[in-house]
């Protein structure tokens, strides 16, 4: 049987476990995803362990950064500074595909406005930067999160930073609001009106679950991308690399998954 699993770190169980595991039967591959807790301290010592006893590792938070010492990082996973997939030894960052392939065959409109500097913000700015994207506004709580994001990707993207306290005005003068923050994950809200948002052609919301900032994309007609179609776009591409991937079998467990089967 093949093993696979996702690195993280405290427990929570994924998505990736819950639909990978129904695509493995659906797809008759005899294999097993599991969620694989690793305490932070430990990480470095234990980390080899995993990589040699599983055919192919997700990595999410905290360890993105602090795998890449350990695998041969391919040139895009280093130019983000994070790997979130294993495979032979080699680390590969398939959250920036995922972004860039969820928004193929939408219109992406500029300004474009994105909250978050943390590791998935790495991955969304080298994803807008493949698409041609020259300009972006970059709001983050701590600012010096987003100054440290500036400066790396300053040769392939200009990024202007402007304050959290500016966020209403900002959006107002965006058409594309992307939300690489953990905000609404439990429910919370950004501190803004419905109306504040209604100058926007897309929302994409990073979060899994429905956020309240989704809720209002809907019921205002604003094309909205969510956490779980970014989700499902890098699920595609890590199961590219790991070479298991049946295109039906897995809209298929996906959907059913969707539909709670
Ligand atoms: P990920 O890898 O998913 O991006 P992360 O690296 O922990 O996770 O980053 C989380 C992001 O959400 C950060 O931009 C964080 O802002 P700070 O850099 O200021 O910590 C942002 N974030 C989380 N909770 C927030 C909140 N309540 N208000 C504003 N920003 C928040």
């Not at 590792?57 to 350990?70: A, R």
């Amino acid at each position: 049987m093949e093993k696979f699993g996702l690195l993280e770190y405290p427990y929570k169980e994924s998505l990736s476990k819950k639909v990978f595991n129904e695509y493995f039967k659906k797809a008759n591959i005899d294999a097993v995803y599991e969620d694989i807790v690793i305490v932070p301290d430990n990480f470095d010592g234990e980390i080899n362990k995993y990589i040699e006893s599983y055919d192919g590792l997700n990595v999410t938070v905290p360890f993105k950064e602090k795998v890449i010492k350990h695998v041969e990082p391919v040139e895009e996973a280093q130019e983000i500074n994070a790997v979130n997939c294993i495979f032979n030894n080699k680390g590969y960052n398939t959250d920036w595909k995922g972004f860039y392939n969820s928004l193929k065959t939408s219109v992406l409109q500029e300004p474009i406005l994105l909250v978050g500097a943390g590791g998935a913000s790495k991955s969304i700015i080298y994803a807008l930067y493949k698409m041609g994207i020259k300009k972006l506004f970059l709001v983050n709580r701590t600012v010096e999160k987003a100054e440290k994001l500036r400066k790396i990707f300053m040769s392939k993207i200009d990024i202007k930073i402007e304050s959290f306290d500016h966020l209403r005005s900002i959006i107002h003068s965006s058409k594309t609001f992307i939300n690489a923050t953990s905000i609404g994950m439990f429910g919370e809200s950004f501190n803004l009106e419905v109306k504040d948002f209604t100058n926007l052609s897309l929302i994409y919301d990073i979060v899994y679950n429905n956020t309240p900032l989704q809720k209002i994309a809907k019921e205002n007609n604003i094309k909205c991308i969510d956490g779980r179609t970014f989700w499902y776009h890098q699920a595609v591409e890590n199961l590219k690399i790991w070479d298991i991937y049946k295109p039906e079998t897995f809209d298929e467990a996906f959907k059913s998954f969707s539909r709670g089967e």
